[in-house]
């Protein structure tokens, strides 16, 4: 990436990666994410293999998302992991410094799968999922909390 990278450019990796249920993040997952970042110069890792949304990390102010789910697919109506909630969608918008690329804030926009659509996710999902995502992104020092007109947003200690 080294040879090609430019000033201002934004690296995005993404990585098809973990189970596609559960929502334990592996050591070496986390230490292949951060040496990606300390070597490789990436900005943001996007995370895709499991079939809902994973913890969100901060590291060194680049983004890790470790699995974010299904956007669009055709899964709708198989059963046995509903506790999983994977009729869940979310769009991810990262606000990153102009100079730096460091991660100023990241929003999250809820949505759910009925029907080969997507719709917005009603208020108790929303909550739902704030606390799910918040839950399992504490241990990796972010916070998920509700934000106003349906959508998440994420603090972490800067």
Known sequence: MAAVR??????VISIHWGPN???VITEEERSF??????????????????????PIEIYKNRLILYGCGDFLNDYEGISGNEHFRPDFALMYFADLDPDSLDVKGLELVPLRRWRFQLVRAASDDV????QRLDRLSRHFGARIETAPAGRLSLSWER
């Open 6 to 11: 430019r000033p201002g450019d934004v690296v």
């Open 127 to 130: 909550a739902w999922l704030a």
């Open 21 to 23: 249920w559960g929502y």
């Open 33 to 54: 994410a951060h040496a990606l970042i300390d070597h490789a110069g990436a900005s943001i890792i996007h995370g895709h293999s499991s079939h809902h949304p994973k």
